[in-house]
Nanobody, 124 residues
Framework: QVQLEESGGGLVRAGESLRLSCGRTSERYSVAWFRRTPGKEREFVAGISWSDSSASYADSVKGRFTISRDNAKNTVYLQMNSLKPEDTGVYRC????????????????????WGQGTQVTVSS
């Protein structure tokens, strides 16, 4: 049983950075970050496959966010730089066993495990 645990959210100003952590993952699990922002549906942010650590990003965060994993610590990170007010929302990590394609990792229903979420608030 995988029990994901997010941390690292908070309140920052536009242009600042945060690093989110998704703990209690496992080496053979592909992991993604999703977010729910005010007035929007849940959206894919970034994902990383377990097999080759290949990553994929939403266009809205490409070049600003970086997903990485430390298998020794069973943790996946989301480094968020140059934050914007529109990045405000609840960020949740999700995991599934095995590798996943860059297209498939954007689909929420493929994930078996979800964390509770961490709030990110970016003020202007």
């Amino acid at each position: 049983q995988v029990q994901l645990e997010e941390s690292g959210g908070g309140l920052v100003r536009a242009g600042e950075s945060l690093r989110l952590s998704c703990g209690r993952t496992s080496e053979r699990y592909s992991v993604a970050w999703f977010r729910r922002t005010p007035g929007k549906e849940r959206e894919f942010v970034a994902g990383i496959s377990w097999s080759d650590s290949s990553a994929s990003y939403a266009d809205s965060v490409k070049g600003r966010f970086t997903i990485s994993r430390d298998n020794a610590k069973n943790t996946v990170y989301l480094q968020m730089n140059s934050l914007k007010p529109e990045d405000t929302g609840v960020y949740r990590c999700a995991a599934m066993y095995g590798r996943v394609t860059s297209q498939s990792m954007r689909v929420p229903k493929i994930y078996s495990y979800w964390g509770q979420g961490t709030q990110v608030t970016v003020s202007s």
